[in-house]
């Protein structure tokens, strides 16, 4: 994946001065929904590319938390497959879709028609589709969109 950075050098000023160096990364898709912001390079890789791309970032890989996040990560869609990661497996979720991958019960699903599909015994990951609606996979080495959250 392509990483375009700037480095700058932010002062704060209290009571002494402390001294942060900032790094501003360029993504080609930046979408706000309430407080939270996902981004992207708006290229595709495996469940575990995606997970680990984004905790290289210091991210974590997106979770919409309503429907309004859900509608802004279907924005990330271009031409050709229309699928994303989101951050769901039944790793840890013991083949219960119920959890994230830190293992923090859901707040929100949007699951489509049959899903999660309960017959996925071994390990399984969570697709955004381009209608907002959530599908499990066994074919984690799938190329989806890798969209990340902070």
């Keep these: 994946m392509?990483?375009?950075?700037?480095?700058?050098?932010v002062v704060v000023e209290n009571s002494s001065s402390i001294y942060l160096s900032v790094v501003v990364i360029k993504y080609e898709f930046i979408r706000r929904a309430g407080q939270k912001y996902?981004?992207?390079?708006?290229?595709?890789?495996?469940?575990?590319?995606?997970?680990d791309f984004c905790s290289q970032q210091g991210l974590e890989l997106a979770l919409p938390q309503?429907?309004?996040?859900?509608?802004?990560?279907?924005?990330?869609?271009?031409e050709g497959d229309k699928t994303a990661w989101i951050s769901i497996n039944n790793r840890k979720?013991?083949?219960?879709?119920?959890v994230d991958l830190k293992n923090q019960p859901l707040v929100f699903t949007?699951?489509?028609?049959?899903?999660p599909d309960r017959s996925v015994q071994d390990t399984g990951c969570t697709m955004l589709t381009e209608n907002g609606f959530?599908?499990?996979?066994?074919?984690?080495?799938?190329?989806?969109?890798?969209?990340c959250q902070l």
Excluded: D, H
Excluded at 2 to 9: F, G
Excluded at 66 to 78: D, K, M, S, Y
């Design 93 to 98: 979720a013991q083949g219960n879709f119920a």
């Design 38 to 51: 996902f981004v992207s390079f708006k290229e595709r890789g495996s469940f575990s590319k995606a997970v």
């Design 66 to 78: 309503n429907e309004e996040e859900n509608n802004a990560l279907t924005q990330v869609f271009g």
């Design 110 to 115: 949007k699951w489509a028609e049959g899903q």
């Design 2 to 9: 392509r990483c375009e950075e700037s480095r700058w050098l």
């Design 134 to 147: 959530w599908t499990v996979t066994q074919e984690c080495s799938l190329q989806a969109y890798i969209i």
